[in-house]
């Protein structure tokens, strides 16, 4: 036995309760006692039947992937399923919690799956840039056919017990005892008597693909890769499962997995698996969290709706504070349209949508908030605004409620200043639409407590957000390095690159959208705003905005939408407009290149991300990537601005900074010396 593993029997069923916390990954002090223990009962008449479970909050949760990259240490999940099919007495995996990865591999390795009706299944393997390494793409389409194998290997979504069961990947759901209910499963199982057939050798799933459906959807899927090598290899092996026998499929997968774990893209995205969980850790001494369960916000516009709405998802009651019953209605009513959309879309049960609702409660008063444990505020941003509201919530406020700003830019440490209570106030900055977006900045302020920062981290991940936590600056991490991407944009235009030729960099580098076509998106006018209040110019931005031009809100911007389109449409009036500016600059108009425009736009992000950490403002370089790629679509294959620059190379980045440093004089491209010392240590964290 093991610390890890231990058999116990009822009767003549053995049971193998795997224990390797928190989430039962098959570690490989997991897989030595469990090879071992399947032969011995394997080989051991006493034994009828053996059932497969664990311990603690989950069944297995996938292969362990702390040990991708390092020897591989016999046996392999692989080894593991094989011996397993070599049992033919009937064995059972007994799964709740999640089976995820090769903890489901393992479960297909049975020849019954048997859950509790909370269970959910799936091989996200793809989120890591890899494929199911364990012979998941041969033996999960083998039960429930090759299309919906394709989606869910290639989606890398996990489905629940009754659309599992209902599928055929699950024989049977119980309510109570799980483990009691499997022990009786197999004991009835060998009651009747085999044959046993192990899934390798069942075809029921298979007979029914249709490989001209499954090779349209498997098409359709690749369009979506956006440059990804997994989603791809995934529906390639997902198809040999049906086109080759079961041995040539299997080998073909492991060829697959061996080419996909070694790869930069799987490196970066399992990077990012750990630094999501990363930030959300606070450096310190335990203390204990101020509890969370009523929250106020203060502002029913766009951002105080999707934030209210985010809780509400997260099953937390809200009070919603306006500053008239009107404000208030209109607020509500949006907040039931989103809600209504959902419901269309099917994303949504009329139920699911009627509770939510419910747990709104409206009010123009704010003594209202006085239950309260965290108010959030999302009024106008304007500082003289904010210390107004934050002046009424410190008297309407309970002692020890979390007071937050979700301000993007103003400086949080005055407006907690303006308070008798600095250690309650932090910043939750919410992205638009704050009730889609995962990404959620926590702005620890100079004086705010730490139990008042754990508490909303732990908020965070209960309402299915992404939390970073981050220090006070002008746009905190996310939209500072914005602004160092974005600086070199309107001189990019001036010289001779179009709108459309930039953005066409940024999708070849693998960013959903480019720079000009967002702005299309979220509204040139909010810029405009910004740089008038700030007295700042962009002659390009400026002039299309003094046209009306806002992006797809008016029809057109950088681009022409035809009427309603999100289809992005160069507009030759704009060109037009870059050529008079350029020749009123006196600039020579040149051809610029997607390289050239990545050496401009994503160095200075880099840089910016490097000055950002020499300042403390994020606390880990792995940090800001959970930023980049949560909040502003930075391509998951490249991990984030600070993974990649390890790809990239920070001495090219460095020299070619200098460069256009030399050539521009301008600042954004002044390396960092944080830059310079990684270049030299390959590593961000100080000191290493
Ligand atoms: N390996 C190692 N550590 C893991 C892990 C794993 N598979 N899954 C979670 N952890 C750690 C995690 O880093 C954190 O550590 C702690 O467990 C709690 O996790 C061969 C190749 C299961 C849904 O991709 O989706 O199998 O921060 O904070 O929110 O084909 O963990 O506490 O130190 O996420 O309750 C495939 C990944 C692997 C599933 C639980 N499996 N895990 O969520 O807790 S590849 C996965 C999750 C594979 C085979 C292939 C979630 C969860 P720490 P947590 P949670």
Redesign the pocket.
């Known amino acids: 036995m093991s610390d890890f593993l231990k058999v116990s029997r009822d009767g003549d069923v053995a049971i193998v309760i795997i224990d390797n916390p928190?989430?039962n990954?098959?570690?490989f002090h997991v897989r030595e006692p469990l090879m071992q223990a399947l032969v011995e009962l394997r080989d051991d008449p006493s034994v009828a039947a053996i059932v497969i479970a664990c311990a603690g909050?989950?069944f297995v949760?996938?292969?362990?992937?702390?040990?991708?990259g390092k020897p591989v240490q016999q046996p392999e999940?692989r080894a593991i399923v094989a011996t397993l099919e070599t049992i033919a007495k009937p064995t059972i995996a007994a799964i709740h919690?999640?089976a995820?990865?090769?903890?489901l591999?393992l479960a297909l390795g049975c020849h019954f799956r048997v859950t509790d009706a909370g269970a959910k299944l799936g091989?996200?393997?793809v989120?890591?840039g890899?494929?199911?390494?364990?012979g998941?793409t041969v033996r999960l389409p083998r039960l429930v056919g090759a299309l919906k194998a394709l989606k869910m290997i290639v989606s890398?979504a996990s489905i629940g017990a009754e659309e599992a069961h209902a599928a055929g990947l699950v024989d049977a759901v119980f309510e109570g005892d799980l483990t009691t209910h499997a022990v009786n499963f197999a004991r009835e199982i060998a009651r009747k008597g085999g044959p046993f057939t192990p899934v390798r050798d069942r075809d029921e799933g298979l007979k029914t693909t249709d490989l001209a459906a499954f090779d349209t959807e498997a098409a359709d899927l690749a369009k979506k890769a956006r440059g990804l090598e997994a989603p791809i290899a995934c529906a390639q092996a997902v198809r040999n499962a049906v086109t080759l026998h079961f041995d040539e499929a299997l080998a073909a997968e492991r060829a697959l997995?061996v080419k996909l774990?070694a790869s930069d893209q799987s490196r970066a995205q399992r990077h990012l698996?750990?630094a999501e969980?990363?930030a959300?850790?606070i450096p310190g001494k335990d203390f204990i969290k101020r509890r969370i369960a009523r929250v106020g916000v203060i502002g029913a516009g766009t951002m105080g709706g999707g934030i209210a709405m985010a809780f509400a998802n997260g099953g937390y009651p809200v009070t919603l504070l306006e500053t008239s019953q009107e404000a208030l209605r209109r607020g509500l009513a949006t907040i039931d349209k989103n809600y209504a959309v959902s419901v269309t879309r099917g994303s949504l049960t009329e139920d699911a949508k009627r509770q939510r609702l419910a747990r709104f409660t409206g009010s123009t008063d704010y003594a209202d908030l006085a239950d309260c444990d965290l108010i959030v505020e999302a009024v106008f941003e304007d500082m003289t605004v904010k210390k107004e509201v934050f002046g009424r919530l410190e008297a309407a406020a309970k002692p020890g409620a979390i007071l937050a700003t979700n301000t993007s830019y103003l400086d949080i440490n005055e407006i907690a200043a303006s308070t008798s209570r600095p250690q309650d106030v932090l910043g939750l900055h919410f992205f638009s639409p704050a009730n889609v977006m995962k990404l959620l900045e926590i702005v620890r302020a100079e004086k705010t407590a730490p139990d008042a920062l754990a508490a909303v981290v732990d908020l965070a991940?209960r309402i299915g957000k992404v939390a970073v936590v981050v220090g006070v600056c002008h746009g905190f991490v996310g939209n500072r390095m914005l602004a160092a991407r974005g600086a070199e944009s309107e001189a990019l235009l001036l010289e001779g690159a179009t709108p459309r030729q930039v953005d066409q960099a940024f999708t070849d580098f693998g960013w959903p959208m480019g720079p000009f076509q967002m702005g299309d998106l979220a509204g040139l006018d909010i810029g405009w705003r910004n740089r008038k209040a700030r007295g700042q110019t962009a002659v390009i931005a400026d002039t299309l905005c003094e046209q009306g031009r806002f992006g797809q809100k008016t029809g057109r911007g950088y681009y022409l939408y035809e009427a309603g389109a999100r289809t992005a449409v160069p507009d030759p009036e704009v060109e037009a407009l870059i050529r008079d500016k350029a020749a009123e600059k006196g600039i020579a108009l040149r051809a610029v290149g997607a390289e050239e425009i990545i050496e401009r736009t994503l160095y200075p992000l880099v840089n910016e991300g490097a000055r950002i950490l020499e300042e403390g403002i994020a606390a880990r370089a792995s940090d800001i990537d959970v930023v980049w790629v949560n909040g502003y679509g930075f391509p998951v294959g490249k991990g984030g601005p600070m993974f990649w620059a390890g790809l990239e190379g920070a001495a090219k980045i460095i020299e070619r900074l200098e460069y256009w440093h030399q050539r521009t004089g301008r600042q954004v491209f002044k390396p960092a010396p944080l830059l310079k010392r990684m270049a030299e240590t390959g590593s961000w964290e100080a000191g290493e």
Request: aromatic fraction near 10%; hydrophobic fraction near 40%; charged fraction near 25%.
């Open positions: 928190p989430v990954a098959l570690s909050r989950t949760a996938g292969a362990d992937i702390t040990e991708f999940l919690g999640t995820l990865g090769g903890g591999e091989l996200p393997e989120k890591l890899l494929l199911p390494g364990g998941g890398g997995f774990v698996f750990f969980r990363e959300a850790k991940r």
